[in-house]
């Protein structure tokens, strides 16, 4: 459907019988994203949110709640932009299928963003924006659904623009009113190349943030795009319309969005943003980010605030990577050679966590079955765009391989196979995700390639037998099959003292935890406990452990997430 507006898509989900009213007054504090949260955990309705407190504007939430509402929203272009995805990532396609080829290079006139009038816009104040606060230590009001654009200074130009979703804060802390919002974007992102350009040249870097217009927009900010596609043309190819912008004083404006914040980021301007509730389940603390200096802020006449709600996974921006997985296929396993697939698991918080499963060819005569090519993908797994900022990189040979996405099945096959004494390769002192505290400081951690081939060689007990454990720890709990969970306050150095005097077979991965009846009740619980809480190389111990060339071995690992002092807050409501 080729919506022009935000408007228009609303409209066309109440037709559909998808969207939850609310005509009273609802305050901004908390309030609104409370009434979210709810309609999500039951894969309910969007939300329109007619009366803001303090704002004569209109919200929406909830958009993208569902996968087959995004479905539906995309529903005429959902395979065009499928094939012109694979057309790009494996241009021999267009061979197979001329005719389809065609027809999707037809469709790529949308990809030509169309330069028209500015208008249609009223001048208001950061103020008059719906001030949405969705967890009670948030250091203010944000907005969650920007849309972040920036050009680079070298090679200025609509097409060498960057559309970026980077986290916006409108109020608190010690910005001025109306003058000043703050704006955090993590490492390896296009702005941050535009920014330290302009830096370079001595000049101030010119951003606009769009919020609102058709969800394509609000989309293709989020989309990990291949190298040389644009945003702007994936955003009007997915919406079936041009992406239409003005200029004005020098800023590129999104014709069809619903407001647009105009303002300049100067080197070395920063001041306090955060705390922020985040997607990894935890609040991102206050640290120094770049300040923009607002310009001017536009608004249409009937404008809709669009926003969502991150927290512990899964939330709204979940249907997000699901919709993406939908689109992109096997595009980043075409990137990769000898990838079959990977999953970025979303119950760890999308980065701290990879699984992935690998050729075997190196080697026709490997009696050992070491893993060989698998480390060499691994490697090129963490070269490759936001998966660079992966802690943990699990990897398995094709040979019997289990669903990458089913996440137990796929643990529950790799500790039968895995050689604790050869297989866990560290890299320390590097850099990980802006939002995770795992590690020794804001960007700053260790990553563990961990990557098992061959036969079975062990059998996982589905039954926990006695343990004893020495004092300050207890509740040994099986999670799955030879995947053992305990809790205790105690010292690392008696537990695996205690532990090595004993008979554990079939235990194959053991993790510290601070309550591990919560951990063993979901497997979920256990995915998001222990890789979001810990760091590689500060937390993983082992029975019968040894380095040796520097390299760590051992024959049971166990990795330590109980929450230490220099974790950030857990979000509760």
């Known amino acids: 459907m080729a919506y022009k507006s935000l408007k228009q898509c609303v409209s066309d989900i109440d037709k559909k019988g998808e969207l939850l009213k609310i005509s009273d007054e609802i305050n901004p504090d908390l309030d609104m994203a409370s009434i979210h949260l709810d309609e999500f955990a039951k894969s309910g309705k969007t939300i329109f949110f007619k009366n803001i407190k303090g704002s004569k504007f209109s919200a929406v939430s909830n958009l993208f709640g569902t996968l087959e509402r995004s479905r539906f929203i995309f529903r005429d272009s959902l395979q065009i932009v499928k094939d012109l995805i694979d057309i790009k990532t494996n241009p021999i396609s267009v061979l197979n299928n001329p005719a389809k080829a065609i027809f999707t290079a037809l469709n790529g006139i949308y990809a030509l963003p169309k330069k028209v009038r500015f208008k249609g816009f009223n001048e208001i104040q950061i103020e008059d924006l719906p001030q949405i606060k969705c967890w009670k230590n948030d250091g203010g009001a944000f907005i969650t659904l920007p849309q972040v654009y920036s050009e680079d200074p070298e090679n200025p130009g609509i097409m060498n623009s960057n559309l970026g979703m980077y986290r916006i804060q409108l109020s608190g802390n010690d910005y001025v009113q109306n003058k000043e919002v703050g704006m955090h974007y993590q490492i390896h992102r296009g702005i941050g190349v535009h920014q330290k350009k302009a830096n370079k040249k001595g000049q101030p870097l010119k951003v606009s943030i769009f919020v609102g217009g058709p969800p394509s927009h609000t989309f293709a900010a ?308 222990t890789f979001t809480r810990s760091d590689p190389a500060n937390d993983i111990y082992g029975l019968h452990s040894e380095n040796k060339n520097k390299h760590f071995s051992c024959s049971i690992p166990i990795i330590d997430a109980r929450i230490n002092v220099h974790h950030a807050p857990i979000l509760e409501r």
């Open 222 to 529: 989020v989309m990990p795009l291949p190298e040389g596609m644009s945003e702007l043309s994936f955003a009007g190819v997915l919406g079936k319309r041009r992406f239409r912008y003005s200029k004005k004083d020098g800023y590129t404006i999104s014709a069809d969005s619903d407001f647009v914040i105009c303002g300049e980021l100067h080197e070395n301007d920063t001041k306090t943003e955060g705390p922020f509730g985040d997607h990894l389940g935890y609040y991102s603390l206050k640290h120094d980010f770049p300040v923009l200096k607002v310009h001017k802020v536009y608004a249409k006449e009937n404008a809709i605030w669009p926003f969502t709600v991150v927290g512990r996974p899964p939330q709204e921006d979940t249907q997000f990577g699901a919709l993406i997985h939908e689109i992109s296929g096997k595009a980043i396993e075409k990137e990769i050679p000898g990838l079959k697939s990977v999953n970025a698991v979303d119950e760890a918080g999308v980065h701290p966590l990879l699984l992935a499963v690998g050729s075997e060819r190196y080697t026709p005569y490997n009696p050992t079955k070491q893993p060989q090519e698998l480390l060499t993908i691994a490697n090129h797994i963490l070269g490759t765009g936001q998966m660079s900022l992966a802690k943990y990189v699990f990897i398995c040979d094709e040979e019997n391989a289990p669903n990458v996405n089913d996440e137990k099945e796929y643990f529950t096959h790799f500790l039968e196979r895995v050689n604790w004494k050869r297989d866990m390769h560290f890299q320390t002192k590097t850099t990980i995700d802006t939002l995770d505290y795992s590690g020794d400081g804001l960007n700053e951690g260790s990553k563990v390639v961990v990557a098992a081939a061959g036969e079975v060689k062990r059998k996982l007990v589905a039954v926990l037998s006695n343990i004893d454990l020495p004092n300050e720890f207890s509740n040994p709990k099986l999670v799955s099959n030879g995947n053992l969970v305990l809790e205790g306050k105690g010292d690392m150095n008696d537990l695996i003292a205690s532990l090595e005097k004993q008979n554990v077979a079939g235990i194959a991965l053991i993790t510290l935890v601070d309550d591990s009846t919560f951990v063993s009740e979901e497997f979920s619980n256990w995915l998001w406990v």
